[in-house]
């Protein structure tokens, strides 16, 4: 009886690798023969895989492999550069000063001396150009064997295997072989769990142990290649990107999903961030920080208008794969292998704009939606036509948009963002519904400006509310103009833009007073000097700023 509960067990789970894996490739897939003729004299080492597990008859590690190798198209590890305005490399060692603050001073008596200092992608090293039989083969056998063997890890798919288990790379960091050597490691984790088929209380393990050798650096900020696990072992820092692939070594070597989910802009502040994400076996989403945050204790800083996944898989629905090629592209939405995770860490609301486009070819220019971040509207997500197109205007669909946030449509013209004329920026409501904040330049009323940014505003002994103004700053005041009248029009000359309702200097802690405000709009504050972090704003009934 226990011998046919074995055998009915065995071909359940074929059932369930069978029925649930999403990925089919074959040697004459049109994927597989790109992969070849891209890996060029390497194209032997990617024989020897397929011919290895061939040759031992196990065909899922088959099919795993031909996953890795239809998908390995675009990872490589980047190196990049630093330079001077004559183009000639600039060296930084960011552990040769104590501090991010006196690393920023040196790197400010460089450019004194060699002027403004830029950094760019020097050299890409292509996996299928560079990457080992050797190393693949060692990848997937430990990766199966964590499958197999870790109690938490024998209720995934094949499907979520291959998505979240298999891959060998976090980012683009160099190729080292990391498998082992945290299998090894973490050998430990079951004996001291409590539920040992639970995913997350082995999580949370493992990065207590990481928290206690590994953490962020804000210094690493300016040491712009993703480090590999030698550098990381030896250094004991990094940051963000560093801390998500060291977590995402450590886990998936140990049988758990792990992986980087990142916003490309913060909504309501400067910057972007990675983090981690573990994905059960049911399909949900628990965020953590890796060598920081442990699963069920970990909250986003800021506010998302999007959340996308990295993935090893190409995602066929990516923007990069519906223009033509050569079209342009913001960086952060031209990869082939992202996808869309919005919906698992906020409430989300498809917007419909009617966009016209008269001016410029379909095919070419896609409508963007931009949110604010560090003085610039930056694309974060790209409109899908819906229906035919029409001469004049059509209906653009902006799918799963992070609702709360004031966003702008543009387009992406010459490595450059540009708000479309006619188009107010939007605050897409927690309801789902779009209130335009369209500035009325007839109606006018005096403003009482208290701060920049958000911050808990504190009332005096007389019960006056206390501003932060740095005293004998100047500050100017900004409104946004989308020059209403040319509504259904695009052009790509700047007519949209901030303008200015002119200074106030800050006295004590009074508040700033600027009349003659047009009211209903979307407004920025600024200093003299500023890094552009001040965040935009609108005026509530009470006359009080309401931040985004």
């Not at 794969?321 to 996808?339: A, R, S």
């Amino acid at each position: 009886m226990s011998r046919m509960s074995s055998i009915c067990s065995f071909f359940l789970i074929l059932f369930i690798v069978s029925n649930s894996f999403a990925f089919e490739y074959k040697l004459d897939s049109p994927e597989i023969i790109v992969a070849f003729e891209k890996a060029g004299d390497n194209a032997g080492e990617l024989q020897k895989v397929i011919d290895h597990y061939t040759a031992s008859g196990d065909s899922l590690k088959l099919e795993a492999t031909m996953f890795l190798l239809a998908n390995m198209e675009q990872h490589s590890y980047a190196t990049y550069r630093w330079f001077d305005t004559a183009n000639v490399d600039i060296t930084i060692d960011v552990l040769a000063y104590p501090s991010y603050d006196s690393l920023k001073i040196g790197m400010s008596e460089i450019e004194k001396i060699r002027g403004e200092l830029d950094y760019e992608k020097d050299t890409l090293l292509y996996d299928l150009e560079h990457i080992t039989s050797e190393f693949l083969i060692n990848q997937i056998d430990y990766a199966f064997l964590a499958w197999q063997e870790k109690p938490w890890a024998k209720n995934f798919d094949f499907t979520k295997f291959c998505r979240y288990i298999l891959p060998y790379r976090g980012s683009n960091e160099p190729l080292e072989e990391w498998r082992k050597y945290f299998y090894e490691k973490y050998a430990y984790i079951s004996d001291s769990m409590e539920n040992k088929s639970n995913p997350l209380e082995a999580a949370a393990l493992i990065n207590d142990d990481i928290k206690t050798w590994f953490g962020f650096d804000p210094r690493f900020y300016r040491h712009p290649t993703d480090q590999g696990l030698s550098e990381m072992i030896e250094n004991k820092l990094g940051r963000c990107e560093d801390m998500t692939n060291i977590t995402i070594y450590a886990m998936r070597a140990n049988g758990l999903a792990v992986t980087s989910d990142y916003t490309p802009y913060w909504a309501n502040s400067g910057n972007n961030h990675a983090w981690n994400a573990i994905v059960t076996a049911d399909g949900e989403v628990i965020p953590f920080m890796g060598a920081q945050a442990s699963p069920g204790n970990y909250k986003l800083s800021g506010k998302v208008g999007k959340v996308y996944r990295k993935t090893y898989d190409q995602q066929k629905d990516n923007l990069v794969f519906q223009v033509p090629e050569g079209t342009e592209i913001p960086p952060w939405l031209k990869g082939k292998n992202y996808m869309d995770v919005t919906a698992d860490y906020t409430d989300v609301a498809d917007v419909e704009l009617i966009i016209g486009q008269i001016q410029f070819k379909i095919d070419r220019f896609k409508p963007y939606l931009c949110v604010f971040n560090s003085g610039e509207w930056k694309a974060i997500h790209w409109g899908k036509q819906i229906g035919e197109t029409l001469s004049e205007e059509a209906i653009w669909s902006f799918t799963n948009m992070g609702t709360d946030v004031v966003y702008i449509p543009a387009v992406y013209l010459g490595k450059e963002v540009i708000p479309l004329s006619g188009y107010s920026p939007m605050l897409l409501n927690k309801d789902g519904s779009i209130e335009w904040l369209s500035i009325n330049k007839k109606k006018k009323k005096k403003l009482k400006l208290h701060s920049t940014t958000k911050r808990k505003l504190i009332k005096s002994t007389d019960g006056a509310i206390q501003s932060s103004f740095e005293n004998g700053k100047v500050y100017e005041l900004f409104y946004w103009d989308s020059d209403s009248d040319k509504y259904h029009t695009i052009t790509f000359e700047k007519k949209t833009g901030w303008n200015s309702l002119g200074t106030q200097t800050a006295v004590d802690d009074k508040p700033l007073v600027f009349k003659d405000v047009p009211t209903g709009g979307l407004y920025w504050l600024v200093v003299e000097g500023s890094n552009k972090e001040e965040r935009i704003f609108t005026i509530d009934k009470d006359g009080n700023q309401v931040w985004w």
